[in-house]
T-cell receptor, first 110, second 115 residues
């Protein structure tokens, strides 16, 4: 089976750092994705991790621990435009296609 | 490249009506899929296709049909609309799902309301 859990909502301050956690349970593991989705728009790809450790891309970093079934997305130097939903996803389920968590709605406040 | 194009952007249907949501991509992607997104439920896979002439069911296929006559197009048909099908529908494609590290590219979505 496949289960992906992430917090429903988070609030952070402009200029700060925020960490969005994701835990997953899969019968097999074939990588983990993070997507960003602004209100009323399509999800867009942020990062992919298949090996343990931290992957850095500018202000955004993503971490994976396969032994713990855990990932996080780290956003630094928060900007107002970072207010969005952040979706954790991994291949799995009955179809072994991409399964998404319910998303974490991040609100960045001045 | 236009990427993934979905039409229409908005649609209102009455219960029992049928309609087709269109999806086209110009990236020569093998893999195409349809998701629905509902509050508190996340994105759920309806149907997918790994190439022209090949389709398969996702997590929530009931009430929907698909076909893949060309690489570019992957329409989603609602046979007899029900209020439970009120949702935002996203079409997404990828070069190949055999390579798990390739991300999905999403269309801008179709917001469907069934009354």
């Amino acid at each position: 089976g496949q289960n992906i859990d992430q917090p429903t909502e988070m609030t952070a301050t402009e200029g700060a750092i925020v960490q969005i956690n994701c835990t997953y349970q899969t019968s097999g593991f074939n990588g983990l994705f993070w997507y960003q989705q602004h209100a009323g728009e399509a999800p867009t790809f942020l990062s992919y991790n298949v090996l343990d450790g931290l992957e850095e891309k500018g202000r955004f970093s993503s971490f994976l621990s396969r032994s713990k079934g855990y990932s996080y997305l780290l956003l630094k130097e928060l900007q107002m435009k970072d207010s969005a939903s952040y979706l954790c996803a991994a291949p799995g389920g009955a179809t072994n296609k991409l399964i998404f968590g319910t998303g974490t709605l991040l609100a960045v406040q001045p | 490249n236009a990427g993934v194009t979905q039409t229409p952007k908005f649609q209102v249907l009455k219960t029992g009506q049928s309609m087709t949501l269109q999806c086209a991509q110009d990236m020569n992607h093998e893999y195409m899929s349809w998701y629905r997104q509902d509050p508190g439920m996340g994105l759920r896979l309806i149907h997918y296709s790994v190439g022209a002439g090949i389709t398969d069911q996702g997590e929530v296929p009931n009430g929907y049909n698909v076909s893949r006559s060309t690489t570019e197009d992957f329409p989603l048909r609602l046979l007899s609309a029900a209020p439970s099908q009120t949702s935002v529908y996203f079409c997404a494609s990828s070069y190949s799902m055999d390579r798990a590290n390739l991300p999905l590219h999403f269309g801008n979505g179709t917001r469907l309301t069934v009354t």
